[in-house]
């Protein structure tokens, strides 16, 4: 089923279905304003000195539960105030390494979570937080 259904869409998106208007792109173009790009200089000391979460802030079990619903995404890694690119690297790398970061994640906030104590993993700017 799902498979008519993507093929059908294949079928009725033709390119020969679609007309540029050259006119209208040259006017986009034209009425365009120019945008100030921000020197990565400049951003690197703010990117710097982000504000640290604080420790009473942040709860184990919900860490642990952002974790395993979106760990693959860097989320609880967000949640516990780490590098703000963090979240990519997770991405990219399908959950860390192929979710395999991830998982050692889990396993690390199980046993925080357990004893109560996850500061060593809050604020920590690593991409392996338990290492």
């Known amino acids: 089923m799902i498979i008519a259904a993507v093929f ?15 006119n209208a792109i040259d006017a986009l173009i034209e009425n365009a304003e120019e945008v100030m ?11 710097a000195n982000l504000p640290a979460v604080s420790q009473k802030e942040v709860q184990p079990a919900v860490a642990l539960i952002l974790n395993f619903i979106v760990g ?4 609880h890694r967000h949640y ?6 963090m979240w990519a690297l997770y991405t990219f790398t399908l959950g860390g390494i192929f979710g395999i970061v991830t998982f050692v994640d889990f396993i690390m906030l199980i046993i925080g979570t357990v004893d ?5 993993y809050i604020n ?4 392996f937080m338990w290492a």
């Open 116 to 120: 109560n104590d996850i500061s060593r």
């Open 72 to 75: 693959g995404f860097g989320i």
């Open 8 to 22: 059908g869409m294949a079928v009725a998106a033709n390119a020969a279905n679609y007309k540029v208007d050259n």
């Open 124 to 127: 920590n700017r690593k991409f």
């Open 37 to 47: 790009v921000l020197d990565v200089a400049e951003a690197a000391p703010a990117a």
């Open 80 to 85: 516990m105030g780490t590098a703000p690119g």
